[in-house]
């Protein structure tokens, strides 16, 4: 295999339980994930540093401003952003970095990594959605329908994932996409190096 980590990029409608299938990505398999910054309020039970790095809109400018982001966008009310030094060096020490980000950040990162994994998580349908993201009981009626907006607008961009996962079984979705990324990790175009050094070797003997 070789060395340098990949980039998986998992995006989905707010409220399809995506953070619940990275979470259970990165206890089962052991992927490094990346935490974002956001100017959101934290939601009850958040913590600054483990969910999201909860910044003033200043200190993500200013971030911006030094390059600090691999990539930002602006979702519903509140800019969201990659850090940037911590995908580089997971990245470069191998390790494989899942990005949960939404669909403006997705296409940011495919230009800059074209060798990125995107993988789009779905709902069975609109209405488990809407269940789901009233389920969930932490926002309101308002923020629900413009997230339903929102969710109407994303639908045209899972057009640019390379993978959709529907999550109806959570199990399942964790396995499909941890064998998506396994599947793309064999592919012989990312393991040149390894081929080259095998065929080195094997000369020698
Ligand atoms: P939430 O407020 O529900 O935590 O997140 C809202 C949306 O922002 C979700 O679709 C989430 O994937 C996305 N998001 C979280 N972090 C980032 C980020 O760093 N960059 C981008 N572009 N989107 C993000």
Redesign the pocket.
Known sequence: MDKKGHLIVI?GF?GVG?GTVVKNLVDKYGYSLSI???T?APREGEVDGRE?YFKSVADFQNLIDYNGFI???Q??D?Y???PRKFVETEMAEGRDVI????V??AMNVKRQYPDAILIFIAAPNAEVLKERLAGRGTETEEVINKRMKRAAEESHDIDEYDYIVVNDDLDQCVQDVNSIIVCKKCMRENNLSFIEDIKRELQMK
């Open positions: 995006s707010s995506k974002s910054a956001t959101r999201y990539e930002w966008a979702y519903v509140n969201y952003g990659t990005l949960e980000i939404e403006q950040g």
